[in-house]
């Protein structure tokens, strides 16, 4: 029989280099011996999580932000593992205890067993049997959009996701870990992974053929991957898109819609509809932010807001920073600047006192990092997405939209000091 299964190349993942996907071992190695220790990184997942979901547990001094993109690597040659040693996946991934053994071996420290088998391929097939590579990636992004902004709504605080995740989690560096001290991959099939198979029967041979169409896991395909932000056609705009000459007044008028909070807020839930199924239905969601009537307001007023900016850097000739083919999501320090206009104090995440000092060229830099056809076609698409049951549908167009995310909230933070400078106060940044 043909084997169909694409051949895993560096431009699938974010982080992981050609030579790292040829020999997991190796990255395990230089992982383990001058990264960092097993036992630190296991508390560091424990840290991240902690962060994430509860405000008051966020270390002020800590690199999350460097750690988080650390974890998402680790996910990725993880993934590069269950690929390459062909495992499969299980029918109940958080049925982690099934018989007294196990609940020994896990309380003593000893080991993850299933059925008193210890084998780390079950744990790596549990980790991405729960969700597919590209759902993790979106857990990790929530993670490290959650560290930045200091909101406390990750997994939309639903603690039994939470506890989840942290347990896949720090199971999956476990076994990573035991794989390192083995010093060689696991088996193309492990013993107890025929038998938990073998009690699955029918099942799994159904879930294996739909889960990659359901999630859309694979998308290995060249000519498809070409193409992000590349658009066979330019997006055709809503005629309803009116052009707005650029005015201090003009700006404030933005903020008159709500204020900087508000603003970035919507941004967030904007992102999260996109990017995550069935996102939008206000009638399944608390927050009023997944409305179809507020994501059509907030795609013109951004687009509006953007194109106004563009069009005055041009007739200013600002010169801009090329923007690095390459770039990934951006690792900032864990400082916030805090500002006071009249009564109301606001944090700025996004922003750095360079840009402060340069403000109209800072944003002129941001909204050049995307040409005029890009913009169309990203915010175009986080639009039809928010508006649509599906998620995502280009994954690899989609690991790059928190890059986006912060682009845009880094834009109107800048945008909101350009429209108030004369009133507003800025305070010492804070680590």
Known sequence: MKNTQKKLKAKHFRYLSKEYIEDPLKYLEDFYEQETYHHYFVMEINLLINAASNVKMNCPNSSLGYNTKKLITFVEIAYVIFKKCNLKKLKNPLNFIQCVSDYWNYVSGECFSVNDIESPEDEIS????????????????????????????????EGNNILAVRELLQRLAISLHKIYENKSLPDIIANNQEEIEHEESQDQKSLEQTDSIKTKEEPFDDAVENEIFSPKKQVTLPPWLAPQPFSIKAIQDFFSHGCLDRWKEHIKYWHKAAITENCFWSATKESPFYGGSTLLFNYSCIYTLLEMFRNEADLRKIEYIVKDPNQQILIRDKVSITIVNKNDKFHLSHTN???????????????????????????????????????????????????????????????????????IEILDAVA
């Open 353 to 423: 006192t360079e840009q402060l000092e340069n403000l109209f060229p800072s944003i002129a830099n941001l909204i050049n990092q995307y040409t005029k056809i890009e913009w169309d076609e990203i915010l175009y698409d986080w639009l039809e997405y928010g508006l649509s049951k599906e998620a995502y549908a280009n994954e690899d167009f989609s690991n790059q939209t928190l890059l986006i995310y912060e682009t845009l909230i880094n834009l109107v933070e800048l945008a909101y000091i350009l429209a108030y400078e004369n009133e």
């Open 126 to 157: 549990r980790f991405f049997s729960h969700q597919s590579l590209g759902q993790w990636y979106e857990t990790l992004d929530e993670i490290w959009i959650n560290i930045s902004d200091r909101n406390g709504d990750f997994l939309g605080n």
